[in-house]
């Protein structure tokens, strides 16, 4: 009698991409694109994280959660802001960020009902401008290691 094990491959978690904007005093804000809204429905907020991405790791810039008693959904429309704005919310003290500098943005959602829905939202992106992180925002694509050498990304 012979033994097959099979490998699913759908079953690693999905990561959609993550749409950075420019937010209000030029900050940059967090959400999910209209088309994955429209696609898999507004997913379920749990938490976000921002680190600075180099050579020697990740390093926390800023986070915060949403306890489970107080859900609300992502959806296109609503632009999480850097550093967040409601004091009620458990969440670390915002780091300033730098142009040049490679970051990540991470959403932790509740898993979603359709199974070939994103498990978590993650965008890479960088600055320019001033520092602080006042100025224009590049999300970077294709898998990008560094922000070296791309367009608002230099140092």
């Given amino acids: 009698m012979a033994v097959t094990w099979c ?3 759908s079953a690693a978690p999905l990561v959609g991409e993550l749409d ?9 804000c ?3 694109f209209q088309k994955d809204e429209h696609r898999f429905g507004a997913p379920e907020f ?11 790791g990740k390093s926390l ?3 915060m959660t949403i306890p489970p008693e107080r859900p609300f959904l992502v959806t296109f429309r609503l ?4 550093a967040g704005r409601l004091p009620v919310l458990p969440k670390t003290t915002a780091l300033p960020r730098q142009p040049g500098k490679l970051y990540e943005a991470l959403i932790d959602i509740k ?11 993650r965008a890479r992106f960088c600055l320019s401008g001033k ?12 898998g990008a290691v560094d922000g070296k050498g791309r367009a608002g990304c230099a140092g």
């Fill in 131 to 142: 520092a602080g992180g006042a100025g224009q925002f590049r999300t970077l694509h294709g």
């Fill in 7 to 9: 490998v699913n491959v």
């Fill in 46 to 56: 749990r938490s976000i994280s921002v680190n600075e991405v180099s050579a020697g």
């Fill in 20 to 28: 950075v904007r420019m937010g209000s005093g030029g900050m940059p």
């Fill in 111 to 121: 898993p979603p009902m359709l199974t070939s829905a994103p498990r978590a939202y």
């Fill in 61 to 63: 810039m800023w986070a």
């Fill in 30 to 32: 967090f959400t999910v």
């Fill in 79 to 82: 632009c999480i802001p850097y």
